[in-house]
């Protein structure tokens, strides 16, 4: 029965109190929110723990939600909060060091030299850009978010996440040690 629900719909069944209905949204989002916590976290066990209490402060506040964004842009809002508490007082962590692959929406270089390069290699190279372009390509590749629901979860206007789009890209593609061959070859 709620397997066919919105994530809207289960979420005023949440605010009622409706246990299933938890659990149904924690299904279907509590794996893309742990990994997107465990790269702003750097480490698992934290990660679990922002999780956790992501889904306690949604159990709580499920009636708070004045559906402004969808309901799977402010679980991210929510995880990206409590991960965040987590981080006062430490450095700043390093998202996604493990991603294979991070698909463009626009071919080019980047797309090229993504396709070509190892998964050790895309890791070095993510492991030296800035967090802030971490975290962008993070909630753009791996969750899948739009500009706006990215602005959304980051609290930044959408040109600043085109912006931070377009220059984790460009930077992730000279941290390549991958030539690209010309496409005439």
Not at 81 to 96: D, T
Not at 114 to 142: M, S, Y
Not at 164 to 175: D, G, S, T, V
Request: glycine residues 6%.
């Amino acid at each position: 029965m709620t397997m066919d629900m919105t994530d809207l719909e289960l979420l005023r069944l949440v605010a009622r109190g409706d246990e299933h209905a938890f659990e149904q949204l924690y299904a279907r989002h509590a794996r893309a929110l742990l990994a997107y916590a465990e790269g702003l976290l750097g480490e698992r066990e934290p990660a679990e723990e922002a999780l956790q209490e992501t889904f306690i402060a949604v159990w709580r506040g499920a009636d708070a939600f004045e559906g402004r964004s969808q309901v799977r842009t402010w679980l991210f809002g929510v995880c990206r909060r409590q991960a965040l508490k987590r981080m006062r007082g430490h450095e700043r962590p390093r998202p996604i060091d493990d991603v294979v692959d991070l698909p463009s929406p626009e071919p080019g270089p980047q797309a090229v030299a993504l396709a070509r390069a190892d998964a050790a290699a895309v890791a070095a190279a993510l492991r030296t850009l800035a967090p802030l372009h971490r975290e962008v390509l993070d909630l753009a590749f791996a969750a899948g978010m739009s500009h706006a629901e990215i602005a959304e979860v980051l609290g930044v206007p959408p040109g600043t996440v085109k912006s931070r789009l377009f220059n984790a890209r460009a930077a992730l593609a000279r941290a390549l040690p991958v030539e690209v061959e010309e496409a005439g070859r």
